[in-house]
Every structure is written in structure tokens, then in C-alpha cells.
């Protein structure tokens, strides 16, 4: 079995920085990949940035170059740098971990850009 625990959100002025966190914990054996998807209210779970086992990335297009995600490997930790946040980052982040045939989730971390 494997946990998630993401920290890092909060309140944040539009063109400002935060970086979230997602320590897991358990086995990771057959480990694909690591994600960030994040929810705003009354719209569906939408991917942010993903980084997979063996280092590729992909984001969401409303992201690219202003976020970068990142690994670390010894600690089993990911991370999202997000920098030059709009108000319309404003959302619920979930850290995702996908296993081969599982995927297990945060339990989220809200992120609100607002003067």
C-alpha cells in the first residue's frame, strides 16, 4: 500500500511562487510514474505536470514554463515548483502515483492566487 501526503499550498498574490510536495510513503516497486492534477470548483480533475520513472515530463499547456515538476528519488518525493501563479491556478492540487495497474491519490492541497 502506498500513501501520499502533499504540503506546500496556500494563499498566494497573482505573480508569486509556491511549491507543493508529495512524500510517499510504502513500496513504490513497479513505480510508471508521478503527477500533479489539480480541481477548481465545478470542473473536472485536470493534469498539471507529470514526471515518469525514468525522468520524462509532459504539462498541461496553461502551465508550461511556469511550473516544473520534479522527483526525488531517494526520498520517493515529488514536486511542483509553480512560479508567476494567475488566478485561474486557483484550484485543489492532488499528487497522483501510478503503480503498474495502481494508482493512488493525495488527498489534495488548495492553491489560492488572489490579491
Known amino acids: 500500500q502506498v500513501q501520499l501526503v502533499e504540503s506546500g499550498g496556500g494563499l498566494v498574490q497573482p505573480g508569486g511562487s509556491l511549491r507543493l510536495s508529495c512524500a510517499a510513503s510504502?513500496?513504490?516497486?513497479?513505480?510508471?510514474?508521478m503527477g500533479w492534477y489539480r480541481q477548481a470548483p465545478g470542473k473536472q480533475r485536470d493534469l498539471v505536470a507529470y514526471?515518469?520513472?525514468?525522468?520524462?515530463?509532459n504539462y498541461a499547456s496553461s502551465v508550461k514554463g511556469r511550473f516544473t515538476i520534479s522527483r526525488e528519488n531517494g526520498k520517493n518525493t515529488a514536486y511542483l515548483q509553480m512560479n508567476s501563479l494567475k488566478p485561474e491556478d486557483t484550484a485543489v492540487y492532488y499528487c497522483?502515483?501510478?503503480?503498474?495497474?495502481?494508482?493512488?491519490w493525495g488527498q489534495g492541497t488548495q492553491v489560492t492566487v488572489s490579491s
Open positions: 514526471i515518469t520513472s525514468g525522468g520524462s515530463t
Open positions: 510504502g513500496s513504490i516497486f513497479g513505480l510508471v510514474g
Open positions: 497522483n502515483l501510478d503503480r503498474t495497474m495502481t494508482t493512488y
